[in-house]
């Protein structure tokens, strides 16, 4: 099935770094999202976006959807302890056969070190 | 406006028995999605419903089913457990194209 491949698949860094992760896919999507999960919590919506090209940002997050539809990057900024978790993208062709379904990449697990 | 809620948020159950999830979306949401997680897999998508209708299903056995209400609220059974069915069930509502997802119910099987 459609796959999205997600990288790094983990990440050590120092509190204050930037972080930065992407998305590749086999195939186009109309829209990207992107999760953050803690543990024993379900994934939280941190950005969506819409438009190839499209670059946006919620605080320190700042995330863009590729121009060819088949890539995203999330860039964290200045990271705290508090963005410790596991960061996943999400590709959503919304109607016909993909009604509701959006396919995962495989997360990347990110720590921050104090 | 009050989360995704899911009940129950734990469940151990025994092989050969059967669960019911339960998911209430966000209030307004018709669009119920339900996916499963687990570490060698991720997270995949069993099926969606919209207006107490199946509109997409994926690739699980038989086994899984769903059901919509005419409130949304959203229920999903699994018939004859299986060890490899202990996972993180997961459903999220939505409106748009954006999912937001409740904090999922960790079924163990034993």
């Known amino acids: 099935g459609q796959q999205l491949n997600q990288s790094p698949q983990s990440m050590f860094i120092q509190e204050g770094e930037d972080v930065s992760m992407n998305c590749t896919s086999s195939?186009?999507?109309?829209?990207w999202l992107w999760y953050k999960q803690e543990p024993g919590e379900g994934p939280v919506l941190l950005i969506a976006?819409?438009?190839?090209?499209e670059l946006t940002s919620n605080g320190r997050l700042t995330a863009q959807f590729g121009i060819t539809r088949k890539d995203s990057f999330l860039n964290i900024s200045a990271s705290i302890p508090s963005d410790v978790g596991i960061y996943f993208c999400?590709?959503?062709?919304?109607?016909?056969?993909?009604?509701?379904?959006?396919?995962f990449g495989q997360g990347t697990i990110l720590t921050v070190h104090p | 406006k009050a989360g995704v809620t899911q009940t129950p948020r734990y469940l151990i159950k025994t092989r050969g028995q059967q669960v019911t999830l339960s998911c209430s979306p966000i209030?307004?949401?018709?669009?119920v999605s339900w996916y499963q997680q687990t570490p060698g897999q991720g997270l995949q998508f069993l099926f969606e419903?919209?207006?107490?209708?199946?509109?997409n299903k994926g690739n699980f056995p038989g086994r899984f089913s769903g059901r919509q209400f005419s409130n949304s609220r959203s229920e999903m059974n699994v018939s004859t457990l299986e060890l490899g069915d202990s996972a993180l069930y997961l459903c999220?509502?939505?409106?748009?194209?954006?999912?937001?997802f409740g904090p999922g119910t960790r079924l163990t099987v034993t």
């Open positions: 999220a509502s939505s409106f748009s194209d954006e999912q937001y």
């Open positions: 195939s186009i999507f109309n829209t």
């Open positions: 976006l819409y438009k190839a090209g």
């Open positions: 999400a590709g959503n062709n919304a109607g016909g056969t993909s009604y509701g379904k959006l396919t």
């Open positions: 209030s307004g949401h018709r669009s």
């Open positions: 419903y919209f207006s107490e209708t199946q509109r």
